[in-house]
């Protein structure tokens, strides 16, 4: 089993729609959780994050977490063709000994439709 | 500032040959990482350096070798290239102090034959 899943997709929203996009994992050791997004044949951009359980607002993204369920959302409202693109979770552990590692989900694919 | 830059850009090789690719980050971070990114699979691991002179092994290091003589740069060497060695490479920097987000570069795109 891998320690962070991701659906692929392909996910494919007509502009205007509410995007849920979701990850699991296995480790509850994890403690700062990611959202990455990433345009074709481009690097990851880093969205958000946010720490231990609770939601995250930035304008029309919004990241959830329950570590209670192991599941982390990012929702973007009123959704735009700009955002179409492939979203990648990552999460870590806090520790004062560790090299920063994230471990990523494989990303889902997010089209949205003028 | 430039942010995490990353040379070249495309490379086709043939197989047993060998190259560099070169990365440099102008934020002064300490962490450097090396990913690849194969269609449908997701960021691995393939070295990460937590200081000038101080690497180590990610998840995926066979065939790949890094230094880290200076804190800007992390080049990544590939030798012998072999056709499972086709992907996109990314290196990435971070501060390392948590949440110890990781700023990417635009990457290479390898292939090899």
């Known amino acids: 089993q891998k320690e962070v899943e991701q659906d692929p997709g392909p996910l494919s929203v007509p502009e205007g729609a509410i995007v849920s996009l979701n990850c699991t994992y296995s480790?509850?050791?994890?403690?700062?959780f990611m959202w990455y997004r990433q345009y074709s044949r481009k690097g990851p951009e880093l969205l958000m994050y946010t720490y231990s359980s609770g939601n995250k607002e930035d304008g029309r993204f919004t990241a959830q977490v329950d570590k209670s369920s192991k599941y982390i959302s990012l929702f973007i409202r009123d959704s735009q063709p700009s955002d179409s693109a492939t979203y990648l979770c990552?999460?870590?552990?806090?520790?004062?000994?560790?090299?920063?590692?994230?471990?990523f989900g494989s990303g889902t694919q997010l089209t949205v439709l003028p | 500032n430039a942010g995490v830059t990353q040379t070249p850009k495309f490379r086709i090789l043939k197989i047993g040959q060998s190259m560099t690719l070169q990365c440099t980050q102008d934020m002064n971070h300490n962490y450097m990482y090396w990913y690849r990114q194969d269609p449908g699979m997701g960021l691995k691991l393939i070295y990460y350096?937590?200081?000038?002179?101080?690497?180590d092994k990610g998840e995926v290091p066979n065939g790949y070798n890094v230094s880290r003589s200076t804190t800007e740069d992390f080049p990544l060497r590939l030798e012998l290239a072999a056709p499972s060695q086709t992907s996109v490479y990314f290196c990435?920097?971070?501060?390392?102090?948590?949440?110890?987000?990781?700023?990417f570069g635009p990457g290479t795109r390898l292939t090899v034959t």
């Open positions: 990435a920097s971070s501060l390392g102090t948590s949440p110890a987000e990781q700023y």
């Open positions: 990552a999460m870590n552990v806090f520790s004062s000994g560790s090299a920063r590692q994230l471990t």
């Open positions: 480790n509850s050791a994890f403690q700062y």
């Open positions: 350096s937590v200081g000038a002179g101080i690497t």
